[in-house]
């Protein structure tokens, strides 16, 4: 229900510069860790930090974002249980699922992480998710934009500023001027950056394998994945897959991937049905007919002797995106009657009655299930859902607040909590969230009016008021890290 309401549409700027972020973005942006190195000299962590999340808010204003919480929390957790068996030091990953079916990864300077949905849909397993997943966080910990511009001698942080910038001016002005900037920005570098690629293509390779080992995965993924890719290229004709534009994959690459898996003891890839069910998911979020997925799920469910668990579920979710409800509760309920405790299907049962209208029922059925599960995100979301559209305000406001103690960078969370106050008529409390959720999709100069709308509405109280003060100094500042 809440994403429903949360949609926000593909324009053709869009498509530009989701193109330009996955064909441009992983040759030139992929660092992080390794403190005392000599790059760090030339771009420091901070700068890259600032930059990075700065870029990702101006890219969540022009990319189609997926914030469909069991979608994010899998890859989320997934991403960290990887990155905490990297060489990052103290990982500090902040990642964006972007809703396009193309297949694709990339890491961009100061640790943001993207993955297309696509990849989800093309890996057989989540081994081969991993690791492409290992793959760029290896660009990360290696700092490899970072060794690239100490190579080239570039003024740094005014080139990964410009680089940048001219990625949002491609999605803003209609291509062709961006595109003038970026070919402007690389002109000077571009012949050194590619000279360098293979070799960091190779080193992420390497040590993206180290971290699937540690992180106690299957180390040939990563070769089965390649070899999927490269098997699938006869179908896109001139039109590769976008990781491949980037990432180019050939027979020595692979044969020098499936040569270091056998360094390792051999694991086999792990069945996980979570996995299978996001993929299931995403497959029906991208389904352009849902209708005939539908009828394509029924028709194998007549046909099998043993319907697949996983082929249930995307009933379920197709029966949900073409509201006959019914049939989507009946799905789901056969699911839970087999599994009572799968977060997945409980909060896919929430998400249905909450579109049913029926949100004392999702109600009771979170608090039970958060009781197993306490804090969990994607349960807390369809909580504080149900919470507000039953009138329970202040309950769902305490919900949320909750939730963005640890993911305060969530816009979901604040568009959610925008509408809670305002549920509640509290104008400030819609002010403060509306602020928030503007600043994290890159409108910071509407981020700043929404707040000292709230000014005024907290001059009794100091401390209040001082915090709304100290955050508006906070976005003035952050206006500034895309025009150094």
Not at 403 to 425: I, S, V
Request: hydrophobic share 45%.
């Amino acid at each position: 229900m809440i994403l429903t309401r949360y949609i926000r549409k593909l324009t053709a700027s869009t498509m530009i510069l989701v193109w330009l972020m996955s064909a441009a973005l992983p040759s030139f942006a992929n660092p992080l860790p390794n403190l005392g190195d000599a790059s760090s000299a030339l771009v420091s962590h901070e700068q890259e930090y600032r930059l990075g999340r700065a870029w990702l808010r101006q890219l969540r204003s022009q990319a189609p974002i997926i914030h469909d919480p069991l979608i994010f929390d899998y890859l989320y957790n997934l991403v960290y249980k990887l990155a905490s068996a990297s060489d990052i030091e103290q990982p500090d990953i902040e990642m964006v699922v972007i809703n396009s079916a193309a297949i694709n990864a990339f890491a961009v300077p100061g640790g943001v992480m993207g993955l297309n949905g696509g990849l989800l849909l093309s890996a057989r397993t989540e081994d081969e998710v991993a690791g492409v997943v290992a793959h760029e966080l290896a660009h990360l910990s290696q700092r490899h934009f970072a060794r690239g511009l100490e190579r080239s001698q570039q003024n740094s942080w005014v080139g990964l500023a410009a680089l940048l910038a001219s990625i949002a001016i491609a999605a803003t002005a209609g291509g062709e001027a961006g595109m003038a900037a970026l070919a402007t920005t690389q002109a000077a570098s571009i012949d050194s950056q590619l000279r360098f690629s293979r070799a960091n293509e190779q080193e992420a390779d390497r040590i993206g394998m180290q971290t699937l080992v540690r992180a106690g995965m299957n180390p040939e993924a990563m070769a089965d994945f390649f070899e999927s890719l490269q098997r699938s290229m006869r179908y896109y004709g001139e039109l590769p897959p976008e990781f491949l534009l980037t990432h180019p994959v050939t027979e020595s690459r692979i044969t020098d991937a499936r040569s270091r898996a056998a360094q390792f003891p051999a694991k086999p890839s792990s069945d996980s049905l979570e996995f299978h069910l996001m993929k299931m998911r995403m497959d029906v979020e991208f389904a352009r007919d849902a209708s005939a997925k539908i009828n394509d799920l029924e028709q194998q469910k007549q046909d099998a002797s043993a319907f697949l668990e996983i082929n249930e579920y995307g009933l379920s979710c197709a029966y949900l995106k073409t509201n006959q409800l019914d049939k989507a509760l009946a799905s789901i309920d056969q699911l839970l009657a087999k599994r009572p405790n799968r977060i997945t299907y409980l909060a896919s049962k929430a998400e249905i009655l909450n579109k049913a209208g029926r949100y004392q029922e999702a109600i009771s059925l979170m608090e039970k299930a958060l009781d197993y599960s306490p804090g969990n995100y994607p349960l807390s979301v369809h909580y504080a859902d149900a919470l507000t559209l039953n009138g329970k305000t202040a309950k769902a406001i305490t919900v949320l607040r909750e939730q963005l103690t640890e993911r305060e960078t969530q816009p979901l969370l604040w568009f959610m909590m925008a509408e809670a106050h305002g549920k509640a008529g509290n104008r400030l409390g819609v002010y403060q969230a509306k602020g928030e959720y503007f600043f994290l999709y890159g409108h910071t100069q509407k981020a700043i009016e929404q707040l000292e709308y709230a000014l005024p509405l907290a001059r009794d109280d100091f401390k209040v008021t001082a915090r709304i003060s100290d955050r508006i100094s906070d976005m003035q500042r952050s206006m500034r890290d895309m025009e150094l």
